[in-house]
Every structure is written in structure tokens, then in C-alpha cells.
Nanobody, 120 residues
């Protein structure tokens, strides 16, 4: 069974930095797009950034220039480096990935979420 396991959340002051990690465990043939979403209290879940297997990235306008998504294909891991954090970045951050099994089946998976709280 494939799982996405996130780590790295916590409490940080405004202007600070945090790095999130998300590793895919289980039997994985390959991983296509990997994504980070976030959901703040009372708001809809939104896409923060995504990255293709070839390293092409895409960012939400609200995080451009402050967040960097990267991945290590050898470790089936995606990262989100968050800098110049603002209180409005406070949310639960979720990892998401399109994973292909050995049988060739593509399935979309979600991580359990990790809380990031930015204090003013």
C-alpha cells in the first residue's frame, strides 16, 4: 500500500522559514506530478505548488518568490521550502501525488497533512 508521509510543520514567526517534506512509501513504479496544497480554517483547500517528474514547477501567485518546491526522484520525496512566511500562510499543508504502481495503474494519493502556524 502506497502512503505519503509528511513532516516538517510547526510554529514559526512571521518572516521565518520552514521546510516541509513528503515521502512516498510502498511499492512505487514512478511518480508523475507531486503537489502541495493547503487549507486554512474556514477556507477551501488550494494548490500551493506542483512539480513534474522532470522538474517543471508551478506556483500560486500568493507564494511566488517565497516558496520553492523541489523533489528527489531517487527518494520519492517532494519538498516545500517556505520563506518570508506570513500569518496568512497558516494552514494545514497536504502533499498530493499521481503515483503509478508496478501494474501500471495511476492513482492519486494524499498525505495526512501537517500544520504550519505563522505567528505575527
Amino acid at each position: 500500500q502506497v502512503q505519503l508521509v509528511e513532516s516538517g510543520g510547526g510554529l514559526v514567526q512571521a518572516g521565518g522559514s520552514v521546510r516541509l517534506s513528503c515521502a512516498a512509501s510502498g511499492i512505487v513504479f514512478s511518480i508523475n506530478i507531486m503537489r502541495w496544497f493547503r487549507q486554512a480554517p474556514g477556507k477551501q483547500r488550494e494548490l500551493v505548488a506542483d512539480i513534474t517528474s522532470g522538474g517543471i514547477t508551478n506556483y500560486a501567485d500568493s507564494v511566488k518568490g517565497r516558496f520553492t518546491i523541489s523533489r528527489d526522484n531517487s527518494k520519492n520525496t517532494v519538498y516545500l521550502q517556505m520563506s518570508s512566511l506570513k500569518p496568512e500562510d497558516t494552514a494545514v499543508y497536504y502533499c498530493n501525488a499521481d503515483i503509478i504502481s508496478l501494474g501500471g495503474r495511476l492513482v492519486n494519493y494524499w498525505g495526512q497533512g501537517t500544520q504550519v502556524t505563522v505567528s505575527a
